[in-house]
C-alpha cells in the first residue's frame, strides 16, 4: 500500500517552459550522509536508480498544487515538480517537508523565497506579519488595489506576500462579488480598474490562486472582467461564445462529474490563455510559467481518466465501426478521437505508449479504414490527422497491422491503399491532404525505421509487400497519364497522345508531381525492390515523357527522378538506359528550352556534368555516339565539350591497347620475313656470325611456330567477330526503332580491342574496321526532332 501511495513521476522545466518527465519511482525523506540533511530521494521502480535526490533547504520554497503536486524551484530557472499517483502520498511528503522547515502543513507555499539583497529588510520582520494590508474590498477602493497589483509585479518578494494576503478571507471572491455590482451600474471606471486587477492576478503565477479563479464558481467572472480592457472602445463577448456558441458534446455519455468538470475548465483556461489574455512582453513572459503547467497536467489527468474508463472507450469504437451509426453521429466520434489523440501529446513518451496501445487494441485501426473511405469530407480529414498521430508515433505498428490484414481481406480495401487512394482523390485543389498522405507514407516505407526481427527483418518483409500489393496503385495515375501509342512511327508522335489532363490540368501535375516525389524517395533507399519494378514496368520511359509537359516543375521532378538513378551509378541501370535511348527526352528538352537560362537549363546541365564529373564511361560513350552533333554548339558551358574530352580520352586509351597488340604481332612477321629472305650467298658473313645465326634460327622458328598457332586461333575468333550486325540498316521512317537497336549494339572499341590482338592478319582487320565506319557515316541519325 505504501508503495502506490509513495509512487511519483519526477518532473523538471525546460527551456521552452514545458514540463519533461525524467522518470517514475517511488519517494521518501531521509537523511542524506553527502547533503548533510533531510533530503527528498526518488528511486526508479525500475531499476531502483536514484531519479532525484534533494535536499530540503529551510530557504526553498514549497508550494502545494492540485492535492497531488509539489513544486519547487532549485536553482535559478531549475524548477522541479513531483506528482504523486495519490493523493495521501503527497501529504505525508508535504508535512514532511513543513516539518523540516517549521511550517504549518495547512499552507499550499512553506514560505516567501527572500532576495540576499532583501533578506536584511525582512529578517526583523515577525513570522506572523508575513502578508501585506489589502485595501478594503470596496468600489471605492479599487483603483488603490490596481495600483497595489500592479506595483508588486517587479518584486518576487512582494508577489509572494500578495499572493498569500488573496489566498485570506476569501478575498478574491469578494473582488469578483464587486464585477457583478460594477456590471450592473454599467460603472465603465471601476470594469477597467477589475481588469486590471484579474490580469494582475495571473501575473503573481500562483496555482492556489489559479484553483480558486478557475473553479466553476469563479472562472466565467474572472472572464467577464478580461472583457474590460481599457484598450478597446467596446467590451469583447467572450462569455456569450463560451456559454453559447461553444457547445460542448458527448459523444458518449460521460458518468464521472470530476472528469466532465475537468473537461469544461480545462478547454475556458485555454481559451483564457491563448484568445483572452494579450501576447506577453518579455518582462511578463514567465509569468504564467503556473498557468501553463496548469493546463498541461490537466490534459494528463484528462487522458488518464478516460483511458482507465475502458467502457467509455469501448463503446467509442463499437458505435464508430456500426454500419447503422448515421453521419453526424459518426463525425462527432472521429472529432472527439481526433481531440483525444492530440490531448495524449503531453503525455510523456512511456505514458503515450501505453496510451496507443491502449488505442490498438480497441481497433483504431480497422476503424480508421471504415472512416477514410468515406464521402464526408470532414470525417475523412479528421481521420487522416488521427493517422497521421499513430504513424508517427509507431510506424511499426501500422506495418505489423496492414501485413497481418492481408490474410483478412482483399487488396482494394487494404488500409494503404484506402491512404494512397484518398491522396489519390484529394479534391483541394491545393492538395493540402495530398501532400500530408504523402508525408505519411514516406515514413511507413523509410527503411530508417524498420525494425530487425530475430527470424526476418520487417523491411524485406513489408517492402515485398509493398510493391507487390500497393506500388500499383501508387503509380496507376502517372501510368495512365503517359500512355502513348506505341505503334505511331516515332516517339515524339507518341509523346503528344499523351492524356490531355496531365499537360493542362495543374491539380494532376500536383498529384504526379507527388508520387514521382515519393518513386524517387524509393529509388534511393530502396535497392532491388524498386530497380525490378522499374524494369519490369519500363518506368523511366514513361516517367521522361513529362518532360513535354507545360508545367515546369513537373518536368523537373521527371528529371530528378533520373537524376537519382544515373547518381547511383549502377551499371544495370546504365544498361537500361541507353537500350532504350532515354537521353533523348532529356536533351529534346533541352534544345526546346532554347536559350533561356533558368532551373531547367541548370538542372539538365548538372546531369550532364555530373556524368562527365564521375566518368561513366558507358553513358559518355553512349551520349557522345549520339547526341554530340546536337550538343556541340552549346558553348556557354564546357559540359558536352567535357565529355567528348573524356570519350576521346578513352578512345585513345583503347587504341593504345590496340597498338600493342599489334606490334607484338608485326615483330612476329618481320622475324618470319627476315628468316625466309635471309642471303644464302654471303658465305663470309655465314662464316662469321655461323654461332650467332645458329641461335637466331633457332630463336626464329620458335617464334614463327608460337605465332602461327596463335594466328589460327585468333583468327578462328575474329571471324566471330567481324560478323555483320544482324539488325538492317535505319531508315528515316523508322527512326525510334531503329534508335533502340543501334544503341543495342553500338560499335564501341572498348568491345573490339581485345578481339582484334588475336586476329592473324591485322591489315585485313583494319580494312573490316573501316567498312563499318564507312556503313555508319552513311546511316542517318535516329534522333527525332534533334535534326530540325
Not at 281 to 309: A, H, P, R, Y
Amino acid at each position: 500500500m505504501s508503495d502506490t501511495r509513495r509512487r511519483v513521476k519526477v518532473y523538471t522545466l525546460n527551456e521552452d517552459r514545458q514540463w519533461d518527465d525524467r522518470g517514475t519511482g517511488h519517494v521518501s525523506s531521509t537523511f542524506v550522509e553527502r547533503l548533510k540533511g533531510i533530503s527528498l530521494l526518488v528511486r526508479a521502480e525500475s531499476d531502483a536508480s536514484v531519479l532525484l535526490e534533494s535536499k530540503i533547504s529551510p530557504n526553498t520554497a514549497y508550494q502545494k498544487q492540485q492535492d497531488t503536486l509539489i513544486v519547487w524551484s532549485e536553482a535559478d530557472n531549475y524548477d522541479l515538480a513531483l506528482s504523486f499517483q495519490e493523493k495521501a502520498g503527497c501529504d505525508e511528503i508535504w508535512e514532511k517537508i513543513c516539518q523540516v522547515q517549521g511550517k504549518d502543513p495547512a499552507l499550499d507555499i512553506t514560505q516567501d523565497p527572500i532576495d540576499e539583497s532583501e533578506e536584511e529588510r525582512f529578517e526583523e520582520i515577525p513570522e506572523t506579519s508575513h502578508l501585506v494590508e489589502l485595501p478594503h474590498c470596496e468600489l471605492s477602493c479599487l483603483e488603490e488595489i490596481a495600483d497595489l497589483v500592479t506595483s508588486v509585479l517587479s518584486s518576487p518578494i512582494r508577489r509572494e506576500k500578495l499572493a498569500l494576503a488573496l489566498m485570506s478571507e476569501d478575498y478574491l471572491k469578494k473582488l469578483l462579488g464587486l464585477f457583478r455590482v460594477c456590471e450592473d451600474l454599467d460603472n465603465r471606471e471601476g470594469l477597467h480598474h477589475l481588469y486590471e486587477i484579474v490580469r494582475g492576478v495571473l501575473f503573481l503565477n500562483k496555482a492556489a490562486l489559479f484553483e480558486v479563479m478557475f473553479s466553476d464558481d469563479c472562472i466565467m467572472d474572472v472572464v467577464g472582467c478580461l472583457e474590460y480592457d481599457p484598450a478597446l472602445v467596446q467590451p469583447k463577448r467572450h462569455r456569450e461564445f463560451l456559454t453559447k456558441t461553444a457547445k460542448f458534446k458527448e459523444v458518449i455519455p460521460i458518468t464521472d462529474s470530476e472528469l466532465r468538470q475537468k473537461i469544461h475548465q480545462t478547454y475556458r483556461v485555454q481559451y483564457i490563455q491563448d484568445i483572452i489574455l494579450p501576447t506577453p512582453s518579455v518582462f511578463e513572459e514567465n509569468f504564467l510559467s503556473t498557468l501553463n503547467s496548469f493546463i498541461f497536467f490537466n490534459k494528463v489527468e484528462i487522458v488518464s481518466m478516460l483511458q482507465e474508463d475502458e467502457k467509455f472507450l469501448t463503446e467509442v469504437f463499437a458505435q464508430l465501426t456500426d454500419e447503422g451509426t448515421d453521419d453526424s453521429k459518426r463525425r462527432e466520434l472521429v472529432n472527439f478521437v481526433k481531440e483525444f489523440c492530440a490531448f495524449s501529446q503531453t503525455l510523456q513518451p512511456q505514458n503515450r505508449d501505453a496510451f496507443f496501445k491502449t488505442l490498438a487494441n480497441l481497433g483504431i485501426l480497422p476503424a480508421l479504414e471504415i472512416v477514410m473511405g468515406m464521402d464526408d469530407l470532414q470525417v475523412r480529414a479528421a481521420a487522416t490527422d488521427i493517422f497521421s498521430y499513430l504513424v508517427e508515433f509507431s510506424p511499426s505498428m501500422v506495418r505489423e497491422f496492414v501485413m497481418q490484414e492481408l490474410q483478412q481481406t482483399d487488396d482494394d480495401v487494404l488500409l494503404i491503399n484506402v491512404v494512397i487512394k484518398q491522396m489519390i482523390c484529394d479534391s483541394d485543389p491545393e492538395l493540402g491532404g495530398a501532400v500530408q498522405l504523402m508525408g505519411l507514407l514516406r515514413t511507413l516505407i523509410d527503411p530508417e525505421n524498420m525494425l530487425a526481427s530475430i527470424n526476418k527483418t520487417e523491411k524485406t518483409e513489408f517492402l515485398s509487400f509493398f510493391y507487390k500489393y500497393c506500388m500499383q496503385v501508387l503509380t496507376a495515375p502517372l501510368l495512365a497519364n503517359t500512355a502513348h501509342d506505341k505503334n505511331s512511327k516515332d516517339f515524339q508522335e507518341a509523346a503528344t497522345k499523351i492524356n490531355p489532363v496531365c499537360p493542362d490540368n495543374f491539380q494532376t501535375a500536383q498529384l504526379l508531381a507527388l508520387i514521382l516525389e515519393l518513386l524517387t524517395f524509393c529509388v534511393e533507399h530502396h535497392t532491388y525492390h524498386i530497380k525490378t519494378y522499374i524494369m519490369n514496368k519500363d518506368l523511366l520511359r514513361r516517367v521522361l515523357v513529362l518532360m513535354n509537359s507545360k508545367h515546369t516543375f513537373l518536368a523537373l521532378c521527371a528529371l530528378r527522378f533520373m537524376r537519382r538513378i544515373i547518381g547511383l551509378k549502377d551499371e544495370y541501370y546504365n544498361r537500361y538506359i541507353i537500350k532504350g535511348n532515354l537521353f533523348e527526352p532529356v536533351i529534346n528538352a533541352l534544345l526546346d528550352n532554347g536559350t533561356r537560362y533558368n532551373l531547367l537549363n541548370s538542372a539538365i546541365v548538372e546531369l550532364f556534368e555530373f556524368i562527365r564529373v564521375e566518368d561513366i564511361k558507358t553513358l559518355i560513350a553512349h551520349i557522345v555516339e549520339n547526341f554530340y552533333k546536337a550538343l556541340e554548339p552549346i558553348e556557354y558551358v564546357q559540359t558536352f565539350k567535357g565529355l567528348k574530352g573524356r570519350y576521346e580520352q578513352e578512345k585513345d586509351r583503347q587504341s593504345h591497347k590496340l597498338t600493342r597488340y599489334r606490334r607484338e604481332a608485326r615483330s612476329m612477321d618481320d622475324d618470319e620475313e627476315l628468316w625466309f629472305n635471309e642471303d644464302e650467298d654471303d658465305d663470309e658473313a655465314e662464316a662469321v656470325d655461323k654461332s650467332r645465326m645458329e641461335d637466331d634460327y633457332s630463336d626464329g622458328y620458335g617464334k614463327y611456330m608460337e605465332a602461327k598457332k596463335g594466328a589460327t586461333n585468333g583468327a578462328n575468333n575474329g571471324k566471330v567477330a567481324a560478323l555483320p550486325p544482324t539488325s538492317p540498316p535505319a531508315t528515316p521512317n523508322n527512326s525510334s526503332a531503329a534508335s533502340v537497336k543501334t544503341v543495342a549494339l553500338p560499335a564501341s572499341p572498348v568491345v573490339k580491342a581485345p578481339l582484334v590482338g588475336l586476329v592473324d592478319y591485322p591489315d585485313d582487320e583494319d580494312e573490316d574496321e573501316e567498312d563499318e565506319e564507312e556503313e555508319e557515316e552513311q546511316s542517318p541519325r535516329k534522333r527525332p526532332r534533334l535534326s530540325s
